[in-house]
Every structure is written in structure tokens, then in C-alpha cells.
């Protein structure tokens, strides 16, 4: 079955020519390693579902470092929703952390999905609300001290130590490489 269809049917239910629909507006996407999906200063055009990859989240601070805020691994959705569904620019960058496979959808068609399909309204916020909640939830908490904010990290996604570049990992617990290098040598 379909990756993007098997996740959807988690959140509700959907008969066979609600699934050939949602089958017929989807494109994939491959995106090389540090490709953007979605850029700050740009309007989100597509909805991504991640097939195989790690994608991430960061942005810019006032100083111009890059902040990683999050990492988005396989079997979740992608997208900056909130300036998707507004139109405006976002503020972020979401970027192929590693080579990634996307199925994804653009603006109108998502939009057709829910103006077509009863209840995918209610099956699309519950994915949405899982997107938000991944790309939030997850953060470290700064008060932490550094060793507890990487085993955080290693618990949360124990599938992405070895697979994102430990410069990435240390922007998102707010240390520096040298320190995370040091951090993962004492718990060894």
C-alpha cells in the first residue's frame, strides 16, 4: 500500500475511490541531501509526506547563526502549515537533511481533497495536528543541562544519531560541536 495512504488511515477511515482521488493528486519528489523543500522568505506551495529521509527545520537567528529546530525523520508530514494555509512567507527553512523521498501535494490539490472527500478534513487536522506537534514538542529545554538534552535527544529519535551531522544535533540542543563531542564521550 501507498505510505502516505497507510498513514492517513491511522487518523480515519477511507473507501476505495477516496483513496484512487488522493492517489491521483500526489507527485514524489526527490530531494538531494541540503535541498530545501520550503524556504524562509517564500510562500509553502506544497504539503510533504517523507518516505524515506530526514528532513529539518531551522532558521536564522539575529546574529546569523543557523538554529536547527527540528528534525522531521520518516512517516510524518512536512510542511510550514501555518504560512501554507496563509499565504505568507515563512519565516524557516525546511531542508533534506539527508536524501529524502517525499510525496507531496501542491496547494490547490490538497485543497481539492478537502472540498471533495467527507471527513478528510478531520482526517488531514489530525495529520497536521502530529506534524505540529513533532516539530514543536521535541525542542530541548534549554534549562536542561547539556548531557540531559542529548539523552533527550537520543530517546526522542533514536534513529537519527548516526544519521544527521553532529554539528545539526549540537545547533538543536544549543551547545557547541565541541561540547556535544565531549557530552557523547562521557556517556560512552
Not at 79 to 100: G, I, P
Amino acid at each position: 500500500m501507498n505510505p502516505f495512504i497507510e498513514y492517513s488511515l491511522q487518523f480515519g477511515l477511507l473507501n476505495k475511490q477516496q483513496i484512487e482521488l488522493i492517489e491521483s493528486k500526489m507527485a514524489e519528489l526527490i530531494l538531494q541531501k541540503d535541498q530545501y523543500f520550503s524556504q524562509a522568505g517564500k510562500i509553502p506551495l506544497q504539503v510533504g509526506f517523507v518516505v524515506e529521509g530526514i528532513m529539518r527545520g531551522c532558521y536564522y537567528n539575529n546574529r546569523g547563526e543557523e538554529i536547527t529546530r527540528c528534525f522531521i525523520p520518516e512517516n510524518n508530514l512536512v510542511v510550514d502549515y501555518v504560512n501554507f494555509e496563509t499565504n505568507t512567507a515563512s519565516s524557516e527553512y525546511l531542508q533534506a537533511e539527508t536524501n529524502c523521498e517525499l510525496i507531496v501535494f501542491l496547494k490547490k490539490d490538497w485543497e481539492e481533497l478537502s472540498q471533495t472527500i467527507v471527513g478528510w478534513d478531520n482526517i488531514k487536522n489530525k495529520m497536521v495536528q502530529k506534524c505540529m506537534y513533532l516539530k514543536s514538542r521535541k525542542g530541548p529545554v534549554i534549562s536542561q543541562d547539556a548531557t540531559t538534552r542529548y539523552l533527550e535527544f537520543m530517546e526522542n529519535y533514536p534513529t537519527l544519531v548516526n544519521r544527521v551531522p553532529l554539528a545539526h544535533i549540537a545547533s538543536y540542543l544549543g551547545v557547541t560541536q565541541q561540547s556535544l563531542s565531549r557530552i557523547r564521550k562521557n556517556i560512552r
